[in-house]
């Protein structure tokens, strides 16, 4: 019974059999990935192939070493594409081929604005032998109707005039025709055309009715020397100087008419740009700039005429301050003198004799200064304000060639969808002449896309040689401008100096 006992007991004790299959199942069941199904660690490692170096983006390679991602490429062309079409790296990888220009396109683009710019470089050391004066305003008829002349001189050895010294009179509408003549000719196709002055209704009003007092004559001076630059930035350019109408004004002596030149006063000059600009803005399709240097210029001429008008309104406070103070020490002056003349000592009423005396000196020193603010610093600015619409105006002729373009690759589409719907319908009698207008627009679009290209590469050049004219025109009129402030604080001390003397001697 013992034995029996001790048997059943070691029976017990011993850990149970378990068959073969159901070890593996177990293991199985162990090893199971709940992404690739039943596979067990042990069978992966045992079932490896050379194909198991396969990479995550499902791209085989023979190296190990040597791996590559398939987005590389895409990556290293859109690093070469403006900022604007950043919003296009979410697009697929075929997507991205498409629109991104190739390195070697780009390569070639940069290559020939360099060399463009090189050409403006060298055109802007070309020395035209000409120079042109407006001098001599003379007053034309009685009343309202009488008009301001003025004598147009002309020097050159260029051999398309037929003269070497000759000069016109011109009126002030003349100048506004030319302006209007040449704008209609080369704005559209990117040329800055430098704009004349403004007109001025109160100016004109007293001129005209025989009015004669200073403000007359400034203006007069004021509109002589602003006639004067026109046509001098006029004749600078070697385009607009190639022009019938430039030398028909400069040469022949008498002009037609002009007409309509009143849309050419400055508000409406102004309303112009604002019209044209409303114009773009209206476009059915929005412009994608593709050349960031556009975008970048457009925005720094923006910015420019922002500041140019503040600084100008700025320097017309100086101008009418100075007036003042000018006007305010000639007030002093004469209070100096009568309190001199009716002093009974003799030092003091000789130091006050000449006080009166320097300070009637210091008030036209301030009023030459007055001046130069004005004719030298204030009239520059104006000017370059003009020019800034005229550099803006271009922009929008380009923005319109654009459009033409657009405009008419969305109606060759409409011809091509109109010549499918006749094919799919099996409308031969009307498929010929959907043909014939395919082959009508298919060269317009061609003609309009190389105008845009052409347009684009012309702006490109003046908006070069605008910069460079203008740092010249800054630089030596702010010369000229600081160095007459420096004569007239000389000769403040000068005066001074001169004057202290009698000061010191009164006793």
Not at 227 to 241: A, F, S, V
Not at 310 to 318: G, I, P
Not at 464 to 487: C, G, H, M, P
């Amino acid at each position: 019974f013992v034995a029996v006992v001790r048997r059943k007991m070691a029976a017990e004790l011993r850990p149970p059999l378990m068959l073969e299959s159901e070890t593996e199942t177990e293991g199985e069941t162990e090893g199971e990935d709940i992404f690739t199904g039943s596979t067990t660690p042990s069978e992966m490692d045992s079932t490896k192939t050379p194909c198991s170096n396969s990479k995550t983006n499902g791209i085989h390679s023979d190296n190990d070493d040597d791996e590559q991602d398939i987005f590389a490429e895409a990556t290293v062309e859109l690093s070469l594409d403006s900022p604007q079409n950043d919003n296009q790296t979410k697009q697929s990888a075929a997507d991205v081929t498409v629109t991104v220009p190739p390195s070697a396109a780009i390569q070639s683009q940069i290559k020939r604005y360099q060399e463009l710019e090189e050409e403006v470089v060298d055109e802007d050391e070309d020395q035209f032998d000409m120079k042109v004066t407006v001098t001599e305003p003379e007053k034309v008829g009685d009343g309202m109707a009488a008009y301001m002349a003025y004598k147009v001189s002309t020097l050159t050895s260029l051999s398309m005039f037929k003269r070497k010294d000759f000069s016109v009179r011109r009126r002030f509408s003349d100048f506004l025709g030319l302006y209007d003549r040449l704008s209609e000719k080369h704005s559209q196709n990117g040329f800055i055309v430098p704009p004349p002055p403004e007109k001025s209704l109160i100016g004109m009003t007293k001129v005209k009715v025989g009015k004669e007092d200073s403000s007359s004559a400034e203006f007069l001076e004021r509109r002589r020397a602003a006639l004067e630059r026109y046509l001098q930035r006029i004749i600078k350019h070697p385009t607009l100087l190639q022009d019938p109408d430039v030398r028909e004004f400069l040469e022949k002596d008498e002009l037609p008419r002009a007409v309509n030149t009143q849309a050419l006063s400055g508000a409406s000059l102004l309303r112009m740009v604002n019209k044209a600009a409303d114009a773009v803005s209206k476009m059915t399709i929005k412009m994608n700039e593709s050349d960031i240097w556009f975008e970048e210029k457009f925005q720094e001429i923006e910015n420019e005429d922002q500041q140019l008008r503040k600084l100008h309104a700025v320097v017309e406070t100086l101008v009418n301050h100075r007036k003042e103070l000018a006007m305010n020490t000639a007030i002093f002056a004469k209070s100096a003198a009568m309190l001199g003349s009716s002093e009974d000592h003799t030092a003091l009423s000789r130091a006050l004799s000449q006080l009166a005396e320097v300070e009637e000196k210091i008030e036209q020193l301030y009023h030459d200064q007055a001046n130069n603010d004005f004719f030298l610093f204030a009239e520059l600015l104006s000017d370059y304000i003009r020019l800034i619409s005229a550099v803006r105006g271009v922009f929008d002729q380009r923005m319109k060639s654009w459009q033409r373009w657009q405009d008419a690759q969305t109606t060759l589409q409409k011809k091509r969808e109109n010549e499918a719907r006749l094919i799919w319908a099996n409308k031969p009698d009307k498929l010929q002449q959907a043909k014939d207008e395919i082959a009508e627009w298919e060269p317009k679009v061609l003609q309009y896309e190389r105008e845009f290209e052409r347009i684009s590469v012309t702006i490109r050049k003046e908006v070069a040689r605008f910069e460079k004219e203008q740092i010249k025109d800054f630089k030596s009129r702010i010369i000229v401008y600081l160095e007459t402030l420096q004569n007239s604080q000389q000769q403040l001390i000068k005066y001074w100096e001169a004057f202290l003397p009698e000061a010191k001697a009164i006793a």
